[in-house]
């Protein structure tokens, strides 16, 4: 959604249409529910300080999507020349509300959806998320990802045939705590 400088009266309310979808891209990104909701509140609050910067028809959802992805990397620089820290909460993945909305599929439909995506390498998660389920372009992908158009439609493409092949091998449903 392009930004309307006529909607600057209400900050609070800027791009609160997409919290749901950066919240499920933080997950695949952090694979941690409290880190992603640190993320994404990282995002908002940056963003708000921001928007007087935006240009007019801006897109905002891309914007918000490509400031998420850099504030993760930026934490996972600092991470690295830090002390280690152990991930207890690695086996998270995002709510089947949140990753697959169609309500006429089964609930082990959905849960080997989610399994199947946790497999995938995380530059195919990344893709599929936002091109399937935040129906962003390829163009607004390269952009969030800082990679060429090609390289997504290729990232896409070996994603969905893995998907496919996951999703077509039965396997036993790991059990949620």
């Not at 900050?11 to 694979?31: D, F, H, K």
């Not at 959802?61 to 991930?87: A, S």
């Not at 952009?143 to 390289?151: A, D, E, W």
């Amino acid at each position: 959604m392009p930004w309307n400088h006529d909607r600057a009266a209400e900050p609070q309310m800027m791009g609160i249409e997409y919290l749901n979808g950066l919240y499920s891209y933080a997950m695949v990104l952090t694979r941690n529910h409290a880190e992603a909701e640190d993320l994404v509140q990282e995002t908002y609050t940056r963003a708000i300080q921001a928007m007087q910067k935006l240009r007019a028809n801006s897109n905002i959802k891309g914007w918000l999507f490509t400031m998420l992805r850099n504030i993760w990397f930026n934490q996972l620089r600092k991470r690295r020349n830090g002390p280690p820290m152990v991930d207890i909460a690695a086996n998270n993945i995002v709510e089947p509300s949140k990753i697959f909305p169609d309500l006429y599929v089964s609930k082990l439909e959905i849960q080997q959806v989610r399994v199947a995506i946790q497999q995938l390498p995380a530059e195919c998660r990344e893709v599929i998320l936002l091109r399937e389920y935040e129906e962003l372009s390829y163009r607004e992908i390269a952009s969030v990802l800082h990679c060429p158009i090609g390289t997504v439609m290729s990232r896409l493409g070996r994603g969905r045939a893995k998907l496919g092949a996951l999703l077509a091998t039965p396997r036993p449903l790991k059990q949620s705590r």
